[in-house]
């Protein structure tokens, strides 16, 4: 045991200049090898296209690249400028924040190219990969989850570690994807289940693992100043503008993406309400708190994914961004330190209450929706649309398909929370160049970081009206101006 703690234990040396080169030149090189073996255009992106519209009849207005391509952008607006600035709240740690979001969506989104495409459109008679713009929005959903659970260890860990964090998480989310859509025939337009449930466990799984009981030594540094804030507000809003987007952007041409498009848009204005209201009311003299309007009015967002594009109304709309904005911030308030304090569970971000609980409960939300559907609402051809009932699954009911939704939901957390701890169990040991317990949030661990501007002359000061809290600079200004 002793050996196994000083294996474990405080001794850290963050020096990456070996392994993290190392791991992204091998790494790169291994996808290069391996989208030589697989990947391939698939027929509406190949230069035989010209042959292909005249055999079938089409022109190239219909080229699935003009109807996902709009989409594609907001989605990719979102991993890389939404999540990525909404990590810059920490004081001392916005280059952390984006960049190492930038690394791990770059590599991620490579390697969920041939996880997705291995068990989603493997052409077994040439053993080929095809992908077009489809591929490329599913390939940034499947980064999203990475993201999801970057933000429950944000400034705690190494960008090997992330890296370590994007394999397992892609693979992962790869499998659970092919279990909960193909075998279990879920809808998931949004991701509520395989996006934001499962990355939201998978982060806090591997959280908890990683518990440093000594992360006090950091406490100054875990927090935000004004300009941070503001940064991450940035996130909030590419985030909450674009998420409409990001729940239509994969779901059927026609009333099935127009549809997800506007119960997301409702879903998160009712959201926004219900957090400044909560918040507010946590607060003496009514002020709001910025980590609440930051996170909790993206709630609606997030639980509206799975049952998007089914017919749960503008009003079932609205009730659900109002709900997920009231439990959202209450988690920040309530539930994110009883999780520190009791289960030992250190969530920088509160991808608990963003993403897992908001998840969740958008999973088993589609599943009531789906069971209650019928043909008076649907239409029978609408039914057979919405919910593909076609093939092995044209006999399977409105309410079959609710329990199968509600199943999926299950099996997006447990792959979450068995595949965070084991992830976890392997990120503790002392290879990765993680920081110490007193050396977290901090972006000078693995940033050149400029040094601040030299002091600016105190009589220029005070004629630019800048204001300092320190004694002794406002001695300093009398003494210079009576000079």
């Not at 400028?81 to 952390?96: C, H, P, Q």
């Not at 959903?141 to 892609?170: E, H, R, W």
């Not at 009003?315 to 030992?344: A, H, M, N, Q, R």
């Not at 250190?346 to 908001?358: E, F, I, K, M, S």
Request: charged share 15%; net charge negative; aromatic share 14%.
């Amino acid at each position: 045991m002793t050996r196994a703690g000083n294996f474990f234990g405080p001794q850290k040396n963050t020096n990456v200049r070996v392994s993290l080169p190392a791991v992204c030149f091998v790494w790169q090189i291994a996808m290069i090898v391996l989208f030589g073996v697989f990947i391939r255009y698939d027929e509406e992106s190949d230069a035989h296209w010209v042959v292909y519209k005249k055999d079938h009849n089409v022109t190239d207005i219909e080229n699935d690249f003009y109807f996902r391509y709009p989409s594609f952008q907001d989605v990719h607006v979102m991993i890389f400028v939404g999540f990525g600035f909404l990590m810059t709240f920490l004081k001392r740690y916005s280059f952390g924040g984006v960049g190492f979001n930038f690394l791990i969506a770059a590599f991620g989104l490579q390697w969920a190219l041939l996880m997705q495409g291995w068990f989603h459109s493997l052409d077994h008679t040439t053993g080929k990969i095809y992908i077009g713009v489809e591929s490329l929005i599913n390939a940034d959903f499947c980064c999203a989850g990475s993201l999801i659970a970057y933000g429950a260890l944000l400034g705690k860990v190494s960008p090997v570690q992330l890296m370590v964090v994007t394999l397992f998480g892609v693979t992962l989310f790869a499998v659970e994807e092919y279990i909960i859509l193909d075998l279990l025939h879920c809808r998931d337009a949004g991701g509520s289940m395989v996006i934001h449930a499962f990355g939201g466990y998978y982060g806090l799984a591997i959280s908890w693992v990683l518990y440093r009981p000594n992360l006090n030594q950091s406490k100054r540094l875990n927090g935000s100043v004004y300009h941070s804030d503001m940064f991450a507000m940035i996130g909030t809003l590419f985030l909450w503008m674009f998420w409409p987007s990001f729940n239509s952007a994969i779901t059927d041409h026609g009333d099935g993406q127009h549809r997800a498009a506007i119960n997301t848009y409702i879903a998160l204005a009712s959201s926004v309400l219900t957090t400044v209201a909560i918040s507010s009311m946590s607060q003496k003299g009514g002020k709001l708190d910025m980590v609440h309007i930051q996170n909790a009015t993206l709630a609606g967002g997030v639980a509206m994914g799975t049952a998007a594009e089914f017919m749960i109304t503008p009003y079932g709309s609205l009730i659900v961004g109002f709900c997920c904005g009231i439990i959202s911030t209450f988690g920040y308030l309530f539930i994110t330190p009883f999780l520190e304090k009791y289960l030992k569970l250190q969530d920088t971000c509160g991808v608990h209450n963003l993403h897992a609980v908001p998840g969740m409960l958008g999973g088993f939300i589609g599943a009531i929706v789906a069971a209650a559907a019928d043909e008076s609402v649907y239409s029978k051809e609408g039914l057979i649309n919405v919910f593909d009932f076609e093939g092995d699954f044209a006999n399977r009911s409105p309410g079959t398909q609710g329990g199968f939704q509600a199943a999926g939901t299950c099996v997006s957390i447990a792959f979450g929370l068995v595949g965070g701890a084991i992830v976890g169990f392997i990120l503790k040991f002392p290879i990765w160049g993680d920081p110490a317990d007193d050396n977290c949030f901090d972006d000078e661990v693995y940033w050149e970081v400029p040094e601040d501007e030299e002091t600016i002359p105190p009589v220029l000061e005070y004629n630019n009206h800048m204001i300092h809290k320190h004694q002794e600079i406002s001695e300093s200004n009398f003494s210079v101006e009576q000079s």
